[in-house]
């Protein structure tokens, strides 16, 4: 059992950076693939970044390569956003998964309850 609290939302103007981190707790944390998706009002959840349990490979959906990066230690898994757009605004939510692939399909047996992420324009 994999437990997962994110924080680190917020209010930012467009072109700002925001820092999320997703706690993990439970066991066998080190052994999962981590990842963020995100879901805007209306819209269906999407996949944002996700990164092996070892943290050498990562992978990024297009709207955001470039801009966001994640990122992982022990306990944490962060996702840093720089120039920040209108688009990105969300709820933001971590995700945990037997590998990468699980992850990126949206079929990752964990998953936090989200942080809002508003970007102004």
């Known amino acids: 059992q994999v437990q997962l609290v994110e924080s680190g939302g917020g209010l930012v103007q467009a072109g700002g950076s925001l820092g999320l981190s997703c706690a993990a707790s439970?066991?066998?944390?080190?052994?999962?693939?981590m990842g963020w998706f995100r879901q805007a009002p209306g819209k269906e959840r999407e996949f944002v970044a996700a990164?092996?349990?070892?943290?050498?490979d990562t992978t990024y959906a297009d709207s955001v390569k470039g801009r966001f990066t994640i990122s992982r230690d022990n306990a944490k898994v962060y996702l840093q956003m720089n120039s920040l757009k209108p688009e990105d605004t969300a709820v933001y939510y971590c995700?945990?998964?037997?590998?990468?692939?699980?992850?990126?399909?949206?079929?990752?047996?964990?998953w936090g309850q989200g942080t809002q992420v508003t970007v102004s324009s």
């Open positions: 995700a945990a998964g037997a590998g990468v692939r699980t992850v990126v399909e949206g079929t990752g047996d964990y």
């Open positions: 439970g066991r066998a944390f080190s052994m999962h693939a």
């Open positions: 990164i092996n349990w070892s943290g050498v």
